[in-house]
């Protein structure tokens, strides 16, 4: 095919409306994850706990969703074609996002994604000991687990979440996805 892909305006409307619509719904994420936590920490029985903390995941994971999203339409996969590489090219450029941007990195979207597979290795090895969906400071955990030991955990004093020994901080994500929603809004957008 070769050559340059001009995209019409309408269709780059498009693209910028999915943009700041999937930072909405990322930031609407973290809201929820920072007020479930408030509500846990203010709990003073244990009745609603289960709850929450499903919320609480049930939210990283929406996170997770929207964050993918922002990165497949930044930097879309092999499978998108010159199309979809000339519209992420010209999306960065309107976006001004470099390469470096934490919104480049699927892996920890990945891990969720495909945690399938990730429970499959996990299973394969047999191994006993491990912790899954915690929620805490990490050091802070009872007993002798090290980091590689939790399956899902989230950090929520430093905004991290681990995998498997992974550790992502996820308010670099945050700061630009505010960024992206300020361009946004810049563009005429806003919900």
């Known amino acids: 095919m070769g050559g340059e892909i001009n ?9 910028k409306r999915e943009v700041n619509l999937q930072c909405t719904f990322a930031l609407i994420a973290v809201s929820n994850i920072d007020n479930s936590l408030k509500i846990l920490n203010e709990q003073k029985n244990m009745n609603n706990f289960g709850n929450i ?5 049930y939210s990283i994971h929406s996170f997770l ?35 470096n941007s934490p919104l480049n990195s699927r892996t920890l979207r990945n891990h969720f994604e ?35 030991d939790y399956l899902r955990h989230y950090d929520p004093t430093t905004k991290t979440v681990y995998f498997k020994g992974d550790k ?3 308010l670099p994500i945050i ?12 563009l005429g957008y806003s919900f």
């Open 7 to 15: 995209l019409t305006e309408r269709q780059i409307e498009l693209y």
């Open 168 to 170: 992502f901080s996820i």
């Open 65 to 99: 969703i929207s964050t993918g999203n922002l990165s497949k339409l930044f930097w879309p996969s092999n499978n998108a074609g010159e199309f979809g590489k000339q519209r992420g090219k010209k999306l960065r450029e309107i976006f001004s996002l470099e390469d």
């Open 114 to 148: 495909h945690f399938d597979e990730r429970l499959d290795n996990l299973v394969a090895s047999r191994e006993n000991i491990f912790a899954d969906s915690n929620i805490g400071q990490i050091e802070n955990m009872i007993g002798n687990l090290k980091p590689e």
């Open 53 to 57: 903390m499903d919320f609480i995941w």
């Open 175 to 186: 700061k630009e996805i505010i960024k992206l929603q300020n361009i946004s809004k810049s």
